[in-house]
């Protein structure tokens, strides 16, 4: 598509990666491409999509998760066999492989041509993919059929004459035979024949372009969105590099901490180093678990960035149509990464002697490991009553949900001053495009505030706080009527754009940002708080519940893990967020507090209890200041 690119053996050593299978780590054969665009070979996908359905059938029955990053795709009706074959992986595996062979020490390759293979071969032909010997070479210069053909010695191969454009580009129908696919089906985003175009993409159901300008518009794209993400590693690199500062100011911190014990006193030292020994190891723990996610990243980025320029550089017409949509949306939610470190409250831990120790004071100081919280500030004050549902929007603005005294969506500033307030309707939520009695709020990257009513339909106003669309939550028996007043509850747009939608028929919906509904699942308590992480999974905190803090689900509604309440007291969850590793919940009762909890559910401890009735929390993205909800304004917490 681009210029031509020489392949050398220095290229077809840097490329090897993209024709090596990821589970047989051999040559791949046959290639098959998931939508994450790692490829694999028929035999062996199939092979870990049986294997797979055989360990759960409930989840992997038509689901098939990639080997390599581990996200899970829909498979099509014919199975494995059925995804996209990956021709550019073939081609390239094609080239390396005569590279090779022109390589090789005394390298002797025989006529692949004609019948007698001892003859051995002085050329190839471009078009019929053969090496040539002599006699066939002749041929081809003097029969009118051939004489047409691109025909390199083995020198010209050698020198770098073999490029990635010319070898054949025109792509045989599978279906209709001797029919090059010299068009392209914009509504099923496949490539087909002269023959296609009226056996199997008619005119009009079917909207029809030449193959040449489908790659070209396309390619135009995918190269846009490749400026777009290759800053990305760059931003991941930063992240790791700043865990790592992390990790050695903890190191640095710890030492010093047990120095100054040491100088105060011998009599426990063993009891106080081993403590803070275990936070270290601990803390080291979770630092290295968090690079280690983002080196991760950071590997499927790379693969889909080199997979993405390989093809709008090197690739065919057809290569460049048939991965597109792959190669396009991979690019897309690539984009959306925003690569964060840990805390700085991580590297932190001091010791303080006490100043009173001549005195006759037992305690020989104070050991501060930061796990708690301290109140930074209140914000907006006064602004509002009874607030329920708090998160960040664009720029740091604070959107709140209030529940009495006018039922409104108010967005402030970074600093609780007032900007707009989302417009709003009588409590019997007859006025579509108001707002009656909103619970959950979430913000789409393009700045729309998603809204969830007392009505069974989620609102959506733009940035600036214009009515834009309504649209219904759904459950597995269909739309519910406006007039029923199912309550809708949480809400969340996850990594994808997906939204989220709980509800009192303890469901949750999952619809494009259009309202489209694409999937959902029903869950064993109503979905009040709801927060989505990595992996198509879902955390849920439910208000009555009095004995979980939360569960986490996948989007098939299987129950992966629950956070018992914590020790001692009354329990009732009013607040859900997840700050990298950790997820923090609220509860307004036995004591009011913020509390941690590991993604897997471990109760780690609590964040702060300087507060009295926190109803919604919300975490900045510099994952250093916490927002709470109390009543009638918001406290903001640091480390």
């Given at each position: 598509?681009a210029d031509s690119?020489?392949?050398n053996l ?6 090897a990666d993209?024709?090596q299978?990821?589970i047989c780590?051999a ?8 939508p ?5 070979c028929l035999k062996?996908?199939?092979s870990w ?10 989840k992997?029955k038509?689901?098939?998760?990639c080997?390599i990053c581990?996200?899970?795709f829909?498979l099509p009706?014919g199975?494995?066999?059925e ?19 022109l390589y ?7 006529c ?10 002085v050329?190839r032909?471009v078009e019929c993919?053969?090496?040539?010997c ?12 051939l ?5 390199l010695?083995l020198?010209e ?8 454009h010319n070898?054949p580009?025109?792509?045989?129908c599978?279906?209709h035979?001797?029919?090059?696919l010299?068009f392209y089906?914009e509504t099923c985003?496949?490539p087909m024949c002269?023959d ?6 008619p005119?009009?159901?079917h909207?029809q ?8 518009e396309?390619n135009?794209?995918l190269?846009?969105?490749?400026k777009q993400?290759?800053?990305?590693p760059?931003?991941i ?9 992390t990790a050695?100011e ?6 010093k ?6 100088k ?7 009891e ?12 080291i723990?979770e630092?290295e678990?968090?690079r280690d996610?983002l080196?991760f ?6 693969t ?11 690739g ?6 048939t991965m597109?949509s792959?190669l396009s949306n991979?690019m897309?939610?690539m ?8 805390r ?6 001091e010791f303080?002697p006490s100043?009173?120790l001549?005195?006759g ?8 490991t930061?796990e ?5 500030k ?10 329920r549902y708090i998160?960040?929007g664009?720029n740091d603005?604070?959107v709140?949900?209030?529940?009495q005294?006018?039922h409104y969506v ?9 900007k707009?307030?989302i ?6 939520g007859t006025?579509i495009q108001?707002v009656?009695w909103?619970?959950g709020?979430?913000i789409a990257?393009?700045?729309?505030c998603f809204i969830?009513?007392y009505?069974?339909y989620?609102k959506?106003?733009?940035a ?5 669309q309504?649209f ?12 029923e007043r199912s309550?809708l509850?949480?809400?969340a ?9 709980g509800s009192s028929?303890?469901y949750i919906?999952i619809?494009?940002?259009?309202g489209?509904?694409v999937s ?8 009040c708080?709801?927060?989505?992480i ?8 439910d ?5 979980q803090?939360a569960c986490v689900?996948d989007t098939?509604?299987?129950q ?5 309440k ?9 607040g859900?967020?997840?700050v990298?590793d950790e ?8 004591p009011?507090?913020v509390?941690r909890y ?5 109760y ?5 209890k300087?507060?009295?009735s926190?109803?919604?929390?919300a975490l900045k993205?510099n994952?250093e200041?916490l927002?709470v909800?109390e009543?009638?304004s918001?406290k903001?917490f640091h480390?």
């Amino acid at each position: 598509m681009a210029d031509s690119k020489l392949l050398n053996l220095e290229e077809t050593v840097s490329n090897a990666d993209l024709v090596q299978c990821g589970i047989c780590h051999a040559a791949i054969d046959k290639p098959k491409a998931l939508p994450c665009l790692h490829t694999f070979c028929l035999k062996c996908l199939t092979s870990w999509a049986q294997s797979s359905a055989k360990k759960n059938p409930d989840k992997y029955k038509d689901v098939v998760s990639c080997p390599i990053c581990r996200e899970d795709f829909p498979l099509p009706k014919g199975g494995v066999k059925e995804l996209r074959t990956n021709f550019f992986v073939s081609k390239l595996k094609e080239r390396n492989e005569i590279m090779k062979q022109l390589y090789e020490k005394d390298a002797k390759i025989p006529c692949t041509s004609c019948v007698n293979s001892d003859n051995q071969a002085v050329g190839r032909c471009v078009e019929c993919n053969d090496f040539l010997c002599k006699k066939c070479v002749d041929s081809h210069k003097s029969l009118r059929i051939l004489i047409h053909h691109h025909v390199l010695t083995l020198e010209e191969l050698r020198t770098g004459k073999l490029t990635m454009h010319n070898l054949p580009e025109q792509e045989m129908c599978p279906k209709h035979t001797r029919e090059v696919l010299n068009f392209y089906c914009e509504t099923c985003d496949e490539p087909m024949c002269r023959d296609c175009t009226v056996v199997d993409h008619p005119r009009p159901d079917h909207n029809q372009i030449d193959l040449k300008s489908a790659a070209e518009e396309r390619n135009d794209k995918l190269q846009e969105l490749f400026k777009q993400v290759e800053l990305v590693p760059k931003a991941i690199d930063t992240a790791t590099a700043l865990d790592e500062k992390t990790a050695k100011e903890l190191r640095a911190n710890v030492k010093k901490a047990i120095s100054l014990y040491k100088k105060t006193s011998k009599e426990a030292e063993s009891e106080f180093t081993q403590k803070i020994n275990e936070l270290e190891a601990k803390r080291i723990k979770e630092i290295e678990a968090h690079r280690d996610g983002l080196q991760f990243q950071k590997a499927r980025l790379c693969t889909s960035l080199e997979m993405t320029q390989q093809i709008t550089q090197n690739g065919s017409e057809h290569d460049v149509a048939t991965m597109y949509s792959s190669l396009s949306n991979t690019m897309q939610q690539m984009s959306k990464l925003n690569p964060k470190p840990v805390r700085k409250s991580m590297g932190k831990v001091e010791f303080k002697p006490s100043k009173n120790l001549d005195n006759g004071m037992s305690s020989l100081g104070s050991l501060n490991t930061y796990e708690q919280w301290t109140l930074g500030k209140t914000i907006a004050s006064g602004q509002f009553i009874a607030g329920r549902y708090i998160i960040l929007g664009r720029n740091d603005d604070i959107v709140v949900a209030t529940y009495q005294s006018g039922h409104y969506v108010l967005l402030f500033d970074d600093n609780g001053t007032p900007k707009r307030q989302i417009q709003t309707s009588n409590a019997g939520g007859t006025d579509i495009q108001g707002v009656s009695w909103p619970w959950g709020l979430a913000i789409a990257q393009n700045g729309d505030c998603f809204i969830t009513d007392y009505n069974p339909y989620v609102k959506v106003f733009s940035a600036d706080g214009n009515f834009k669309q309504i649209f219904a939550a759904q459950n597995p028996n269909g739309t519910w009527s406006y007039n029923e007043r199912s309550q809708l509850y949480g809400l969340a747009i996850d990594a994808k754009g997906h939204v989220y939608v709980g509800s009192s028929s303890q469901y949750i919906s999952i619809h494009n940002q259009d309202g489209a509904r694409v999937s959902g699942f029903s869950v064993n308590m109503f979905p009040c708080f709801i927060a989505t992480i990595a992996d198509d999974r879902v955390i849920i905190s439910d208000h009555g519940n009095s004995q979980q803090a939360a569960c986490v689900y996948d989007t098939n509604g299987t129950q992966l893990h629950t956070f018992a309440k914590p020790p001692g007291g009354n329990f009732n969850p009013t607040g859900l967020c997840v700050v990298q590793d950790e997820v923090f919940v609220a509860s307004s009762t036995g004591p009011p507090a913020v509390y941690r909890y590991s993604l897997t559910g471990d109760y780690i401890g609590i964040l702060t209890k300087e507060v009295i009735s926190p109803w919604g929390i919300a975490l900045k993205d510099n994952g250093e200041e916490l927002l709470v909800c109390e009543n009638n304004s918001i406290k903001v917490f640091h480390p």
